[in-house]
Each structure stands twice: as structure tokens, then as C-alpha cells.
């Protein structure tokens, strides 16, 4: 499918969409369908469903309007349904301070999910200006956003996963309490 047409983002506005992407399940099925149509049955066999609960979350997915049907085609008598993103990316509204962050809960399932010998995990504790710590954000956006120009559906998936902000003050990490 020509992911030319597709809009660049999706931005999460309903209480509705926002349920559909809070679900793990349906986080993996997405992530399916990022990169390639698939049907119910091949979502099932790559992300281990049965085929009925596949089923269920995609039409959650296609009602929330995240996802669609692409392309139908009669196979013995049946119409096979050919689902994909609704857009390239999508934008979830800001949880607010305390919120919890669903996309990054998400990523972090999958990598506690993920082989050991297939992770690449780093954390750093910097000390940046406000023109330094900008700097690094539009650089990792702008690393992120070439090797996803360079993505091959028929590859492997990879996911990559960075968090550059401002840590809660001690006392507000810790509750308040001293």
C-alpha cells in the first residue's frame, strides 16, 4: 500500500481513542500495521492471538478511526479485509503533570518483552543549557526521523524508544516527603 496518501499524523482527541491506544494489545497490533496491510488472521499470527480476539481489538482500532480497511479481496467466497494505519504517525494529548504516559509504558512492555541479545538500552544524566537541551531533542528527533526514511517493510521490526526531559524536583518525585 502507497503510504503516500496517508496523513502525516493522527491526533488522539476522543475518550474513545484514547481507550483504543491504552491497551497493549492493541499498541502491538498497530505495530503491525505500521509498516504493511495486514488481515485479521495475520495481526492474530504476529502478534499470538486468537484469531476472535484479533478480531476484537482491530474493529476497536477501525471504530476509533486509528486504523481502516485498505483493500477487500473474495477469498473462497469470503471477503478478506486488508486492514492499515489511518496515518503515519500518532499524536496523543499531553497527560498532564502526573499522567501517566501511555506510549512509553507501552515501549517499555515491549522492551521487558524483548530478547536480551536484541536491546540497546542506555540511560545518561546530563547537565544541559536550554539551547543544549533543545539541541539534543532536535538532533534525536532528526536521527529518529532518517532511519525511519530508511525503513524496509520486508525487514525485521525495530523499535526506538527516547525520553529527553527534566526530572521531577527530589521532593516531588518522592511524594513529598523528606
Known sequence: MPTDD?????HVTTDEQLRAVSSLTRHRIMAVLRFEPATITQVAERV????????????????AGLVKVVRTRKVRGVT????????????????GEGG????????????????VDGRHVRMAHLRLTGEQFAQLGARLQALADEFQELSDPSLPDASLVFALFHPAPRDQAEGGAK
Do not use: N
Open 80 to 95: 478478506e479485509r486488508y486492514y492499515a494505519m489511518a496515518a503515519r504517525a500518532i499524536a496523543l494529548p499531553d497527560p
Open 48 to 63: 499470538g492471538l486468537a484469531k476472535g480476539s484479533s478480531s476484537y481489538h482491530v474493529r476497536l482500532l477501525e471504530r
Open 100 to 115: 501517566p504516559d501511555v506510549l512509553m509504558r507501552h515501549a517499555v512492555a515491549d522492551l521487558e518483552a524483548s530478547p
Open 6 to 10: 496517508l496523513p502525516e499524523t493522527f
